[in-house]
């Protein structure tokens, strides 16, 4: 028996193609969705993002309550005009802070992506020891850190202030930007430098010209999560601060004794939203920087 063609063509057109790995689980998860089946890893990821998130929401909606209670009488900016121009030491205590943060993140941004390309780079006598060692204040408890401050400050006679909450901020953010900016340099391409020396480029050259663009977002990351531990840390600082050095959380937790303020609530959210603006702003930016190098 003779067998058409147009039957053996539609034959091969009808023939299912293996699919892959990917394409399976992604007909399966397509499936899935299509029964409405939830599972488990969806479970744990919106209860992850609810516990995460609540408390956002929390704090934006009862910075709009007129009321100081937990009960919700209406709508109101009474709080946002409280924190505008009826507080004055909340204000010096938020600028406090973000002069800590930003002077020490960026002393700590310098040593930690010279520390780590010194680490990368270089080979000499004691560096696993040093490297070990680096991470210390990472892994240790913010109290013992606090203490040890205190006692070293006290040791060597200098008065508690903004200096020291600025060298003791400096000390615990160091390693974070050590860790990124060396993450960074794990997956840096060394024949740039060995073309960069070949075409005559000195150390210092090839160090401002070719290292540094090349693992500024490692760099520009590290800044900003010093930044953000900085603004954050309450325990170190309420053993180095002295008198006139209150930062917002040392002043936010100097109100719990007459009740926390809804103000604290207004400005909790004016802080969500410009973290929010300011990360959907740099994530293309780091992302431009990322696929140039």
Known sequence: MIKSPYKAVIARLNKKKPLTEPARHAKKAMQKRAAGKISFSGLVLAFTMIFLFLPLVVIAVYSFNPGKGSEITGFSLVWY???LFDSSELW???ENSFIIALSSAALATVLGTLAAIGI???KFRGKIYIQTISFLPMVLPEVIIGVSMLIFFSGIGMKLGMTTIFIAH???CLPFVF?????RLDEFDFSIIEAAHDLGATERQTMVKVIIPAIMPGIFSGFLM???MSLEDFVITFFVSGPGSTT???YVYSM???GVSPVINALSFVLILVTMVIAYLLRNFLKTIAASH
């Open 248 to 250: 917002l959380p040392l």
């Open 179 to 183: 860790l990124m900016v060396l993450a």
């Open 92 to 94: 010096v205590a938020l």
């Open 120 to 122: 990368n780079w270089y």
């Open 81 to 83: 005009e409280k924190l």
């Open 256 to 258: 719990i004794r007459f």
């Open 170 to 172: 400096t000390t615990f």
């Open 226 to 228: 010093a930044v953000t």
